[in-house]
């Protein structure tokens, strides 16, 4: 989400037609209609969602203002490479067809790339405000969709909104907070942060996102200053838009990786698992590690379950080891040595957020490890 102010770079000219809220108003009494009970099951109560709703931030900005990327076009790393900055911001999916990497510098103008892709439809969703991270499946109840920029912010957090019905989705929250889909939950999958250098390293093969857009923006500049600018609005601790909670616990824009799972709701501060290196615990039943990449300098989180079995994870001479067998594992989950030879961790779908965004939306937030 971007500033308002008179002819920026992330918006363009444009708004809803009247025709086009009719269409979505019909979409939207229709899909009322018939929409399965178990699509509210786990969601938060209705007056929940009615307050976040009372809430949004109108920015004057309309919906497609900041315009969504859908079937973009991608480079090998070798040629994107001409571009690129080695400490330049990026974000990786890792899909069954190989890797793609979204450069910061582009995802700041878009926010969403909606993608088709191996079978299945993702969006990778950004938002610049909180720092936020989250690769979405497309599907939104009943309905394969794409997603695009609202206009509206919650939290600060970038709101988006699906094309099938209209409904309004915090990007972070992953939960409709209005329309006919109200209560409904998008699953997600894990995305890595990182810097070029490093992703272009580990992933010579990736596939990465290309400027030729059909937009014309300044790729190469992010409007809010960018991460390597100490004085820019990353760095600060200000926060622009207004919050429901605030929590000082950390500091508001400390990075973490943010957890969700049956009610319960993680915080893990960058600096502590760096600090630590490794780190086991548990979300209700289900145990975790969190581990430091040190090849791409970011946070990875996994189910701790091998052969139906919990393992405790240790961090020995720069090798990541389960402390049963002592096979050696790589930080993509993956057992390359010893007995557990050929095993592979389930990756946790976590969440890049600033810390006052998630804590916005999740007062009962806990942190791990403990600071």
């Known amino acids: 989400m971007h500033f308002v102010s008179p002819g920026h770079p992330g918006t363009a000219p444009g708004h809803c037609t009247v025709s086009h809220a009719l269409t979505i108003l019909l979409l939207a009494v229709l899909l009322h209609l018939c929409l399965p009970p178990q699509t509210m099951a786990e969601a938060p109560s209705t007056a929940a969602l009615q307050r976040m709703a009372d809430h949004l931030t109108d920015t004057g900005i309309k919906f497609d203002q900041i315009p969504s990327l859908t079937k973009p076009h991608y480079l090998p790393v070798a040629d994107a490479a001409l571009s690129m900055d080695g400490d330049e911001q990026v974000f990786v999916a890792r899909f069954p067809s190989g890797v793609r990497i979204y450069p910061q510098r582009i995802m700041v103008y878009h926010e969403i790339v909606n993608e088709d892709l191996d079978g299945m439809r993702v969006s990778i969703t950004y938002s610049p405000l909180t720092g936020a991270l989250v690769g979405y499946r497309g599907r939104a109840g009943r309905f394969d969709t794409s997603f695009g920029v609202s206009g509206n912010l919650l939290n600060a957090n970038t709101v988006l909104f699906d094309r099938a019905t209209g409904s309004l989705w915090p990007q972070l929250f992953g939960i409709a907070i209005s329309g006919p889909l109200r209560g409904a939950q998008l699953d997600r999958f ?66 973490i990786m943010a957890l969700e799972l049956e009610g319960l709701h993680y915080a893990l501060p960058y600096a502590l698992v760096k600090r630590d290196d490794v780190v086991n615990f548990s979300m209700g039943i289900t145990p975790m590690v969190a581990v430091w990449d040190r090849r791409l300098q970011t946070v990875r989180v996994y189910e701790r379950i091998v052969a139906g079995k919990t393992v405790n994870f240790l961090s020995q001479d720069g090798k990541l080891l389960d402390g049963a067998t002592r096979s050696e594992w790589s930080y993509d989950g993956e057992a390359l040595f010893g007995i557990l030879r050929g095993s592979a961790l389930t990756p946790v779908a976590a969440m890049d957020s600033m810390w006052f965004a998630w804590v916005a939306f999740y007062p009962d937030t806990e942190i791990i490890p403990r600071p």
């Open 190 to 255: 894990p995305l890595i942060w990182t810097t070029w250098e490093r992703a272009a390293r580990t992933y010579p093969k990736g596939m990465v996102l290309s400027r030729s857009t059909g937009f014309k923006r300044r790729y190469g500049t992010d409007p809010y200053g960018g991460y390597s600018n100490r004085n820019s609005y990353y760095n600060t601790q200000q926060i622009t838009y207004p919050v429901q909670n605030r929590d000082d616990r950390l500091p508001p824009k400390e990075r």
